[in-house]
């Protein structure tokens, strides 16, 4: 068994139970492990669903759960074989922490689709049992291999949301051929929304933002979107029938797909990342009649998140975030179910250390 120390932390006890206070067990770096003091965690919406259970279908939740991939800090110790970080970088981890390096997914860095791939929490834990902890604490511990550099020119509280929601919307949007020349839509304006804005106005397309929340008109048209649509205004939706070359759907909860691929032209591609908990229904015709497809993609691997944050670095592109102390997690929860957040909250974690 590994040794271990205890870090300050905040995880919740049921699908019920708010976050609370608590201390955690981190192995001591074994020779390839990166210590890493958390200084900023974003709150994404996946640790929402999975805090309360809400896939349990597809990944049901061990408890106590600490939840959070969206982790920057600075590496304080190093296991003696690891040559890429030492105390004092600055280092990030996002949403995996190991994988088998070995499968043809691995062998293509697509370390998201190893199917022994490990989650930040809630996914086994080889090294101590039970499950991972995530970023709701003052310090993990990772394989050099899932340790990414930050670059030194980004605001780390606004850099910390890159791991989850950057590379999530980066990912997709490079598959799709997001380009100069292209019509782009993307659906719902929060943490990944925004960031996906953000991404496709700065590979030149024309972005068209879809809310539902009339307040964030103006936002979006600060974030780089070209037009905004009310999506709950059929008559705003009918304009752009056909149109669209790719949409983003990035929207936590239950909404109709269909009403999307309309608004596809022949071979556009709707792409999910938001990941609602119930299925959705789809009509074939959507499909069908242009040739449209529906696709979907998980965050992505470790090079192309690297070269996510490079670009970030080389274009300025931070979340725009509200910081807050770790004490006002649980009201953070309830303003992302109400839509209400502009566009991340990003955890400052002296809050907890001082706890
Ligand atoms: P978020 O900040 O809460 O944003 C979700 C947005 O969806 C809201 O701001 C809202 O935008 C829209 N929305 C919410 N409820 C809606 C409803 N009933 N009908 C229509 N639109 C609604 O969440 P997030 O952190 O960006 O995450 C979004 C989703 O992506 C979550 O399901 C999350 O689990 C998933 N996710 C997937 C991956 C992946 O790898 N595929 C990675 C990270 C997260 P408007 O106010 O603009 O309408
Ligand atoms: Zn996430």
């Known amino acids: 068994m590994n040794a271990t120390y205890k870090t300050k932390a905040y995880s919740a006890a049921s699908a019920t139970s708010p976050l609370a206070f608590t201390a955690i067990p981190r192995r001591e770096p074994t020779p ?25 279908g597809v990944m049901p939740t061990v408890y106590p759960i600490v939840p959070g991939h969206e982790i920057v800090g600075r590496v304080a110790k190093v296991g003696p074989a690891v040559t890429k970080y030492k105390p004092g970088d600055l280092a990030a981890v996002g949403c995996m922490v190991d994988s088998d390096g070995a499968c043809p997914q691995c062998r293509a860095g697509q370390e998201q689709f190893c199917p022994n ?14 499950v ?12 050099e291999r899932f340790v990414l550099r930050v670059p030194s020119s980004l605001k780390l509280a606004g850099a910390a949301p890159l791991l989850c929601a950057g590379i999530t919307t980066y990912s997709p949007m490079r598959h799709g051929g997001v380009t100069q020349g292209k019509k782009v839509g993307v659906v719902g304006l929060g943490g990944l929304g925004h ?43 009918q304009k752009h029938a056909g149109s669209f070359d790719f949409i ?21 591609t709707l792409t999910l990342v938001g990941a609602p908990a119930k299925p959705l229904p789809i009509s074939a015709f ?25 670009f970030c670095g080389q274009h300025n592109i931070t979340a725009d975030v509200e910081v807050i102390p770790i004490q006002k997690v649980n009201e953070a929860y309830e303003r992302l179910l109400k839509s209400d957040v502009k566009y991340r909250f990003s955890i400052d974690m002296a809050s907890l250390k001082s706890q």
Request: charged share 20%; net charge negative; hydrophobic share 40%.
């Open 132 to 143: 991972t902890y995530g970023g709701y604490s003052n310090s993990i511990v990772v394989d």
């Open 32 to 56: 390839h492990d990166v210590r890493i003091e958390i200084l900023f965690c974003g709150i994404c919406h996946s640790d929402v669903h999975q805090v309360r259970n809400e896939w349990s």
């Open 195 to 237: 960031m996906a804005v953000k991404f496709a106005h700065a590979f030149g397309a024309h972005v068209v933002v879809f809310t539902t929340s009339p307040a964030k008109q103006e936002d979006a048209l600060r974030l780089g979107a070209d037009e905004v649509v009310i999506s709950r205004d059929a008559n705003q939706m």
């Open 248 to 268: 983003l759907d990035a929207v936590s909860a239950e909404h109709d797909l269909n009403a999307y691929l309309q608004l596809l032209g022949c071979d556009g």
């Open 117 to 130: 791939m490990i989650l930040t929490f809630n996914s086994p834990d080889k090294h101590l049992g039970g």
């Open 286 to 310: 959507g499909l069908i009649t242009r040739r449209r497809s529906l696709s979907g993609s998980c965050i992505g691997g470790i090079a192309e998140t690297q070269e996510m944050l490079d």
